[in-house]
């Protein structure tokens, strides 16, 4: 079965949880980008029209992440015809919730869905990454879980490099995105480049025990060990506008730790109750508005499924 | 209740797992060490007599691992009196599984059964801390172990900060010691100071993804992660003879994974069964034996209580 046109959605993602930078991530329940893919007679993939997205995104193919995603699906999969693509976006582009996966995890979801998801999801793995790649180089941090949800693993590029942890279930989270761009070329060139042997066993400490508390189903313990990281946000605090203010008023207000979401300048709050996830969300959108930076903030929670079809015809 | 005289036995341990090296620990059933304390008048602890070390661990109360790790342990209580310690060595020295650190616990645990067990065994991880530092600095990744036993993830050097995680049901070990000496400080002065921010992702993946096949009692898996030190056992491997040959000896024989224990020279191979645990054994035995090396091998299981009081009077 084959469809003239299919959409799907794929969320908004946090990568690193701080101490494990590069390797986890998890998927959010919102927000999230939207993809539409037509069929066209042409092969290839080429943008129709990109939506929300403020002008800023751009409509050429090669350098376009989901429309890059989208041609490498269709290569995937040995699609018969090409696709026309219609991105939504429900993302901040440079927010470090993961906009451009989101929209390349979109895209190949509808390719694959138009043709009448002739691969496995997992299968999919390597044309997001040839997505993302675009923006950010190969990363699989936010692709992995706007793909497959849940909090992910990534120890290489291949699907069976990818492993999912279990989500704890009283895992509340609390956002914010500062209403200021931090690129992510940027955020990436203030890092050390050589480490001492010491921050490294320090920091395989700390993901090790992250893990454990992850399994432990520890949200408290959780939220501490994310915030072990004594390598990178050291280095990247200064470009996070009142990083350490949005931590104490997350902690006064409940949440067990706060780290930079992917490469900020959002910020994500780790709770164990929603209420307090959502007065958290209050308690960093109010030191972000009465500076006059604004921001948006959100309560969510983990994104178990992750990206999704949401209509076929 | 207390006695003139209690033994003690702390197993043998092997420390790192690969990828988790300072972090990561394991207790053996066996070998392990006993120390007897017997009380005496004067404070402080005094060596009486020290068997099967082959005439090489010092009398020296500042310079013997069990008779500091006593001294602070009998600090740690507030005892009334002192101790004479006789040590019954069932490891070797230098040998990479723990000796050092199985003399101080069996050390803290005599004194503490001694005067009626006053603290918990959590209780006494500092004073075997005080041993173990006496011979290679303040390390908890083979103290630990033998003190609590299983295996443990340590991000500190305080009780609360020493995690147990689960011991796979399926886990044996496979175990050699080659009759050459590795002394720790020679293993520590060949790993590199500083690392490539590359290295540490790569390190941070695998340990973290350790913990998860350790937590998903996938011991092919837990092998396969504990081999993917790109940093301490390229460093240290020159040290190790036949490490090569011992890994594929290992491997045909149905191991899932070989690493270096602790500083080496002694190699820990991960096995699911015991019969092929015990087979591995003898397929490095041969390894060492049949190039006039010589060595110890033999199979064995985590041990999951640690260190034990075996008699009081």
């Known amino acids: 079965m084959s469809f003239t046109k299919a959409a799907a959605f794929a969320p908004a993602t946090v990568a690193n949880l701080g101490v494990g930078f590069d390797v986890l991530g998890l998927a959010l329940n919102e927000p999230g980008d939207i993809v539409i893919a037509e069929r066209r007679d042409t092969p290839g993939a080429a943008v129709r029209l990109i939506e929300n997205d403020g002008g800023i995104l751009p409509y050429e193919a090669k350098k376009n992440t989901a429309c890059v995603a989208a041609e490498s699906a269709l290569r995937l999969i040995g699609a018969p015809s090409g696709v026309w693509l219609t991105i939504q976006k429900g993302l901040p582009s440079a927010s470090g919730l993961g906009s ?8 190949a979801v509808a390719v694959n869905a138009l ?30 879980p706007a793909l497959l949800g849940g909090i992910t693993l990534a120890t290489g590029l291949t699907p069976a490099q990818i492993h999912r942890v279990p989500v704890p279930e009283r ?11 931090v690129p992510t070329a940027e955020a990436r060139a203030v890092l050390p480049k050589l480490l001492p042997l010491k921050a490294m066993v320090t920091q395989t400490a700390s993901v090790a025990y992250l893990i454990h508390t992850i399994y432990s189903a520890d949200v408290a313990a959780m939220g ?7 390598i990178i946000e050291p280095a990247r605090a200064h470009l996070m506008p009142l990083l350490d203010e949005a931590r104490v008023a997350a902690k006064t207000n409940g949440a067990h730790g706060l780290v930079i979401s992917g490469a900020g300048p959002s910020l994500c709050a780790v709770c164990d109750d929603g209420d307090i996830a959502a007065q958290v969300a209050e308690a960093l959108r109010h030191i972000y508005d009465s500076t006059g930076i604004g921001c948006k903030a959100f ?7 992750g990206a999704r079809v949401v209509a076929t015809e």
């Open 224 to 230: 501490q060990a994310m915030e072990r990281d004594g």
């Open 115 to 144: 043709f009448g998801e002739p691969v496995e999801r997992e299968a999919l793995l390597p044309a997001c990454l040839d997505g993302e790649a675009v923006a950010s180089g190969y990363h699989p941090d936010n692709v992995a």
């Open 171 to 181: 895992l509340h989270l609390a956002l914010v995105t500062p209403n200021i761009a």
């Open 299 to 305: 309560a969510t929670r983990v994104n178990e499924a």
């Open 100 to 107: 451009s996966a989101a929209s390349a995890v979109a895209a």
